[in-house]
């Protein structure tokens, strides 16, 4: 009998079953007598979110090159899935072998968004594992957490076994092997193992392995480790050598459509800007980049093993890319005679050329986005968001020239020191983008009039950032804010796009929270909370009610503000940049004074302690 | 780039199977997974003109999700002629199991020759007896079959017995298999899901209560034309 015969029946009653069916060309099916470590990589959001992941990708492919290893593929069933197997007892399965995945030795969750976490734990409540890592006895797999939000996964930190802080290529690897010994020499028990790998491992957090104490405020006294050979402080790992570290050469084909379905070629790791409120920019420092022949190499093996049309090249901001013209020049040799067009997701206004629109197709063919974040200038030096007006102007002149009528701008609000006339000038900036089309001569103007869209995110001040102790605006300020925007947008040609108020807020609190947090979100995913980053399942009042009863009081997390010498959630992670740096930074905001890049000169912040091969770091 | 086609493209016939868990994607799904497959196999692919080149592929009478097929047939288009044995080699290397080409040939008839479309339906149900077969003939057999189904104008009750050119049932051990040639005609075309769709009304048979143990499957075997001569 072929592996979904028996569920056929269930298949053919729920929505997309291409989702559950595994399968696809490229994915990796081991004989299991071979195997002596069976590994699922557990993605809590939806197949096509998962598949797209380029974390999933590396992993996976790193992971199965080892031929003792197999790594399988889970992913979050939908709920009218899930209701079903609920109803017939199916525990949840990997994509691959579609063995249940309490069968498997390790369990790696990816955390993407802090919004995934009740879905993770209704994924281990679906494979028949206890939630706690407390509750999980000897013959339960060891389940791990990477990705990131394990800059501070204190909220969840109970729920797992094991964090892997930082870049998990060797780390994974390295927890494998650790487990295949200890089986293998008879020395392994849970604890055995956790003690070893937190002990002997660098990058490994072994959350049961830390007591914290509270002062009478609520406010972290320390965090204390219960061994003495476990580090004070967990040290993110990082990858060395990106030319010399794997990269998939093939990837597993999805048969249904997925949200970014294409070949996605990362760059360079880390960002040079140092934006205070990006907290990627932070923690994904230092700066290492790929040469162009590595990156060009990994194309052309990537066209030819998967078929793609398009490849993306992605970073944080790929035009800081210091050799992105080789790279360019290098793909643009074959990639047009191939059909295969080429994309840059995240441009930035101040290096937006004419030159690079010529290049890339996206820009040719789909809408232009770009994230000014701040609406006055004023604000964009507050958050070294060092982009002008001009800058603006210039690069809307040349997409409007280029063709493109479309325009989408990125903003916040709620950002320290804010006043209602920098929401005020939010709309002011779209204006300007309008008046920017009307400026040009009537035979300049693309076709079809101009449409500009402004999306607008709240704030919330996270972890690793120069931002991380301020404060969060309260829900009445945010919608106070979202009402004042709309009512300065006049102009029909601007549409106006905001997230909502209450999602922020509970995010912040999953971002900023600590240990005390975890019985509110057992008890919401006992109440059925899941998939909380879709609309259609979010339920705030779920979410107070769940808060409430746990006697937790989120002004404490959100709009109370951390004080500067408090001990904070996330100060048991040493992320590279410093808290001196973080708070050189703070106060230079407050001063509204930018900080240049790392590309004009390096300003200390502490992550190029952890080394690295050609940072911008010297 | 602007490619210029002066040639006109040669047409290259696959027939292929799409089984197993492969039954769950859709026709949509289908088409964007041949795309990249004819791409890795490295056929002279025939892209069309315009600002945006793609190759182009046709397929006859589109499967719906939740049925096999031992017959599909998809027209791809090459700028130049390659020896059918070696197009059919590379391409089911680049197919998994559950997909794989039977026949690659340079057709000498239109993909709307197709007309009649034979399929193979299993049930697996509790109560497998000749009886309940037999009624299921009579049911097939009669005047009229109405049943609920998608037009261009939404839901109208439809006659579908002129769409089903035969259909018996049969018991085959624990189970009862129906064979059925229905129209294949795009103007006409009868899914076989409209089949069950009777049956469960009027026979009362899978529910939905029991999705382990009662259920069905649709298998395509065979594809003819208006005289009913075998398709090629
Ligand atoms: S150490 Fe200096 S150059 Fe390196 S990332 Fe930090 S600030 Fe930038």
């Not at chain 1, 995913?525 to 009863?549: H, K, Q």
């Amino acid at each position: 009998m072929q592996k979904n015969d028996n569920i056929s029946g269930i298949l053919k009653s729920v929505s997309k079953p291409g989702r559950y069916i595994g399968g696809e060309y490229n994915s990796i099916i081991k004989n299991k007598a071979d195997i002596k470590c069976r590994f699922a990589f557990a993605f809590p959001d939806t197949y096509e979110i998962g598949m797209s992941n380029l974390g999933v990708r590396i992993l996976y492919d790193v992971l199965n090159k080892e031929s003792d290893i197999w790594c399988e593929r889970v992913y979050a069933p939908w709920p009218d899935m899930i209701e079903k197997m609920e109803q017939y007892a199916i525990p949840l399965s990997s994509v691959e072998s579609g063995d249940p995945v309490r069968d498997f030795d390790l369990i790696g969750f990816s955390l993407q968004y802090e919004l995934c976490y009740t879905t993770a734990l209704r994924m281990l409540k679906l494979s028949g594992i206890p939630m706690w890592s407390k509750d999980r006895c000897e013959s339960d797999p060891i389940i791990i957490a990477g990705g990131p939000c394990v800059y501070n996964a204190e909220p969840v930190a109970e729920f797992f076994d094991l964090i892997n802080v930082g870049e998990g290529e060797e780390v994974l690897v390295e927890i494998s092997r650790l487990y295949i010994e200890m089986k293998e020499d008879g020395s392994y028990s849970r604890e055995a193992f956790l003690h070893k790998a937190a002990s002997t491992i660098e990058g490994v957090y072994v959350p049961a392995f830390y007591d914290v104490s509270y002062n009478d405020d609520g406010t972290i006294k320390e965090y204390r480790p219960i061994f003495d050979d476990i580090p004070t402080k967990i040290k993110k790992r990082i990858i060395s050598d990106l030319d010399k570290v794997s990269y998939p050469e093939k990837l597993v084909m999805p048969y249904i459509e997925t949200v970014h379905d294409r070949i996605v070629l990362e760059v360079y790791r880390g960002c040079i800007r140092g934006c205070r409120f990006c907290q990627a920019g932070m923690v994904y420092r230092p700066i290492r980049e790929k040469s162009p022949e590595t990156l060009c190499k990994a194309a052309k093996c990537l066209y030819e093993n998967t078929g793609y049309d398009e490849i993306s090249l992605i970073s944080l901001s790929i035009s800081d890319y210091s050799k992105l013209r080789e790279l360019t020049d290098g793909l643009l040799e074959w990639t047009d005679d191939a059909h295969v067009s080429l994309s840059l997701p995240s441009l930035r206004l101040d290096s937006f050329s004419e030159e690079l629109m010529e290049k890339v197709t996206s820009v040719r063919t789909g809408g232009l986005t770009f994230a000014p974040e701040a609406g006055t200038q004023r604000l964009r030096d507050v958050i070294n968001k060092n982009v002008t007006e001009d800058d603006l102007k210039r690069t809307i002149g040349i997409a409007f020239r280029g063709g493109k009528n479309n325009v989408k701008l990125y903003f916040m609000s709620g950002l320290p020191t804010e006043r209602d006339e920098d929401i005020v000038g939010i709309a002011d900036t779209a204006k300007t983008v309008v008046d920017c089309y009307f400026a040009l001569p009537k035979t300049e103007r693309p076709k079809g009039g101009v449409s500009v869209t402004i999306s607008v995110a709240c704030f919330i001040p996270k972890p690793f950032t120069p931002f991380q102790w301020e404060k969060q605006d309260s829900l009445e300020e945010l919608e106070r804010k979202q009402k004042l925007l709309k009512e300065s947008i006049t102009d029909r040609r601007i549409r106006y796009t905001y997230h909502d108020a209450k999602v922020s807020r509970l995010e912040g609190v999953l971002a900023r929270g600590d240990r005390k947090l975890a019985k509110a979100i057992a008890l919401a995913v006992d109440e059925g909370s899941i998939f909380d980053a879709w609309d259609e399942y979010f339920d705030y009042e779920r979410w107070v009610s769940v808060l409430e009863r746990s006697g937790i009081d989120t002004d404490f997390y959100t709009t109370r503000g951390y004080a500067e010498d408090e001990t904070l959630p996330w100060d048991i992670i040493d992320a590279g940049v410093t808290k001196a740096y973080l708070l050189r930074e703070r106060k230079k905001a407050y001063a509204a004074e930018t900080t240049p890049s790392c590309a004009e000169h390096c300003n200390g912040c502490g992550a190029n302690k952890l080394g690295g091969k050609n940072v911008w770091c010297k | 780039m602007v490619q210029v086609n002066n040639n006109t493209p040669i047409v290259l016939r696959v027939k292929f199977y799409k089984k197993g868990s492969l039954q769950y994607i859709s026709h949509l799904d289908l088409v964007r997974t041949m795309m990249k497959v004819i791409v890795r196999a490295k056929l002279p692919l025939w892209y069309t003109e315009g600002f945006n080149p793609k190759p182009k592929l046709t397929f006859a009478a589109p499967l719906s999700i939740g049925t096999e097929s031992m017959c599909e047939y998809m027209d791809i288009r090459l700028t130049e002629k390659i020896p059918t044995a070696i197009a059919k080699e590379r391409l089911n290397a680049n197919m998994t199991d559950e997909m794989q080409a039977t026949e690659v040939y340079y057709p000498g008839e239109k993909l709307t020759a197709l007309k009649w479309l034979a399929y193979e339906i299993t049930l697996e149900i509790k109560d497998a007896t000749p009886e309940l077969a037999e009624k299921i003939n009579s049911v097939l057999e009669s005047e009229e079959l109405q049943v609920f189904k998608k037009t261009k104008s939404g839901e109208a009750l439809v006659n579908i017995k002129p769409l089903i050119k035969s259909a018996s049932a049969r018991v085959a051990g624990q189970r009862i298999m129906i064979s059925c040639i229905l129209s294949a005609d795009p103007s006409a075309f009868l899914n076989p899901e409209y089949v069950i769709k009777v049956l469960k009304e009027k026979c009362g048979i899978l529910s939905d209560d029991n999705l382990l143990e009662e259920r069905y499957s649709i298998m395509r075997t065979n594809a003819y034309k208006e005289n009913m001569t075998l398709f090629s």
